[in-house]
Structure formats: structure tokens, C-alpha cells
């Protein structure tokens, strides 16, 4: 559920899961007619070398900070009637298919339980942990939105959410492959707890409620700092909500997987480790596809400022304990290094052999479950894993891989370069056109693990950039008005 193994799913004990305007399957297409000139002069300044990792250390500091703000959303409403009352006036501003598949279903639920049914829910899961959390987080998605809380960031956050989730279903991306069973809406998103971290209820989840729609979450405290935890949207959401997406996906990725890494020799415990933990790893790799190398130096700074904040050492935990379905952090970073790897732009393996040193820095004694391994090992297991996932054609994709869906181009670094000129000069609405949404926290990532910008200057014209989109994007620039 949460993409911080931090805490083993974090000191979220959620549920059993687990964390645009065009289809942006046509990223790449759209990317394609980018200015030339722009990219080339942004790459052309030394600040902005997308290999410098020269400010990752700030930028784990800014995932520390902002993970010990103690600043959580919007309280929980608790009492039946106010909060049946706020869910009819925000669901007048949410497009119709969000009122369809969130907000009216929520309604009907609530009608179903009565104030009595709904104070015995309340009652029995006194730590929000189950049902009584999914339902409250689902209202806060509906409240949220509809209420305008932290407007400019949710609209962003929105948009990064509609934009990752669409480039997977898309039809374009998907030519050739039936529509996945659980297709539904792109997630509402919430802002939650500090102690939560990211997280996601997908819409197998929400299903229960009646609803036809997943819910991502991020700490409150990342509406204003924290960029990194941007970049774990990735994993959330073109990992987790994703995954439920092809009937069979996820069991045949898990086959696949051991399968793969029986064949490169390596120990059966090895093989059994990863693929138990299939959800996590799937994921991780699905979210490098969508966001390319900025979801994976994300990921190695964002786990290391979150182990700062919660143990006090910034470093990646070497050790995955059995109990928990995250593989060890530097397992993760190793996987995450050998997908960006199978990327098919041009300087992937630059990138991929540049975060494999980085996370080399914290290399330690690895174990895996109840196995230790070494370093060699390790990395040669991420490699195998990560080629699996991205190049076996499964049968629930109709013998399509999923790196044939979706891909990480030069197309698509050209775009974070001319968005990358248009932030770093303050021209937002300019260079708003001809990029989608990953593009812009892509952007944002490098700019600030760079040191072109300072974190927190990233993240500011990382958030209005996405927030342009979102203003462009027609299902929600229409939906209030067709309500």
C-alpha cells in the first residue's frame, strides 16, 4: 500500500492492498513536436545535466522535513448528518463521472447504514485501520474536491494521478490488447495523514462502498514540501491501482518473475522473495515505465529521507524483513535502476549505471527474508526481475508486454527539458502545452536533485505547471459546469 518500506506499509495498517486531457498514451507522439531548440538549450546548461545527482542530499533533507511536519488533512467528520450534508453540496462540483462513481454511491451507502449503522462503523475500528477509514477516505476525496481544500496543490495532484493512470489505459497504449475488466475512472485523490504516508485504496477497495473508482492518498505536508514524495505518485498509481486493472496480471507477473530468476541461476529463496512480493515490485517497475528515471532517483532519496525522519539515519535499509511485502530499499533502488535500464531513450544506461551507484553508497550486508545475499546477488536478481516484468508477453495482456505498453522515451525527455527551460524562467502557462503531467514532476525531480533549483523553488513551478494542466484538462475544467 504504501510505497515507503520504511515501516513495512508504514504506519499505515490499512487494508489488504496496499500507494489528462488527451490520452496521455500519446505522450510520446505529442512530445514529438516539443521545441527542438528549447530542449537543446536546457541541456545545454551545466545546472541542468539530467545525470547530476549534485543536490539528492538536499532533497532527501526536504523529504525529512517535510515528513516530521505533523500536519494532517482536513478532520475526519464523524457526525452522520453534517457530514451527509457536506458530501450532497461537494458532489454538485465534481464532474458527473465522479458523482456517479464516488460521490453518489458514498450517499447511497451512508442511507444504507443511517446514523446508526454509520456511528457502529465508526465504533468498531477505533484506530482507523479498515472499513471505517475506507469510507472516511473516501468521503474526504469527495469533500476535498468539492470543497476546494488546498485547491491549487489538489488540482495538480489530480493531474498527475488522471495522467499516469490514463497513459497505461489508454487505448492508444493498449492497441492491440482487449480492455483490462476493472477499467474505471482515474483515482480521486485526498490529502491524509503525516504518519500515513503514500498510500492507495484501489477500486477493489472502494468497491465494497459501491463506488467504481480507486483513492490515492499523500501527506498533507506534501501539498507544500517534500517533491520527492511526487515521484512515488508513480508507484501508487501506475503500480497499485493498476494492477487489479487485467484480470490474472498480477499471478502471471509473480510466475514470471520466479521463473525468470530460476533461470539466471539464482536461489530458489531468492526467486520465492520477489515474486511473494509481487504487488510492491510490479509496481515499482510500472512506475519507472510511466515517470521514467526521476520515479526511480525518487524513490532512492524519498526512502532515504524517510528512514531520517523515522530512524535517523538517511540510508537505505539493506535488510527486508520476511513479514514485510516491500523488498529491502536497496533491493528497490537496484530494480528500480535495471527498469530505467529497458528504457528505450537514448542515455538509459547512463542513468541506470549513475543510480546504481547512488545506491551503492548505503550498500551494507543485504538480507532478503531469511536470506542474506551479497551485493552481487542482489543487483543480479533486480536486473532479472526488471526484465521480466517489463519484457514477458502475459497472457492477460494478450501476449503483450508491459515495456510494449508503456515506455520511457527520448520523446519524453525532450518534453521534461523544454519544461525544465520553462520553469527555471518562470514560464508556466508557455511551456504548459505539448507535455503531460509525468513530464512535469519529472521535471521538477530533476531540477531540484540537480541543484538547478532548490527543492522547495522546484516544487513551487513543478505545482503551478500541474496545475495549468489541470485547468486545460477537460473533464474536470468542465465538470462544475456541467453539474
Known sequence: MSVGSVVSSAALPLPPSDLAAVPPGARGAAAET?????????????????????????CVEDARAAALVRADGPPDPTVFATLRARLVKAAEQLPPEYRRAAAEPLLAKLDELGAAGFAELLAADPQREGDARL??????????????????ATGAFQEVVSDLYDGFLSAEARRGVKPPEGEVLPPLVRWGSADAGPY???????????????????????ASGGILAWAALAHETSGHDLLGADAGLRDQLAGAVHSQLLAAKLPVAVADYWADRIDETASD??????MGPAAAVGMIGYFR??????????????????????????ARAYLAAETVRLLSFQGAGAWADRLVAEADRDLGRIRLGDVAVTAAVARASAAAVARAIVRTRLPALERRALGEIQDWRDADEAAVAVLRAGLGAGEVGRYADGAYAAHAVAAGVYDAVSGAQTPGRAMGGMIAALDAMHERNPTWAQGAAAA
Open 34 to 58: 516539443a521545441s527542438a531548440a528549447s530542449a537543446v538549450a536546457a541541456a545545454a546548461r551545466p545546472s541542468r545535466d539530467p545525470l547530476s545527482l549534485a543536490a539528492l542530499g538536499a
Open 135 to 152: 469510507l472516511l477516505d473516501v468521503a474526504q476525496a469527495v469533500l476535498q474536491q468539492g470543497e476546494g481544500y488546498k485547491a491549487r
Open 305 to 330: 529521507g524517510l528512514n531520517g525522519a523515522w530512524s535517523g539515519t538517511p540510508t537505505l535499509r539493506n535488510v527486508g524483513s520476511s513479514d514485510d511485502p516491500h523488498p529491502a530499499d536497496i
Open 200 to 222: 492507495t485504496w484501489p477500486a477493489d477497495a472502494t468497491a465494497t462502498l459501491g463506488a467504481e473508482v480507486a483513492v490515492v492518498s499523500l501527506p498533507a505536508a506534501n
Open 285 to 290: 517497475v510500472l512506475g519507472v515505465l510511466n
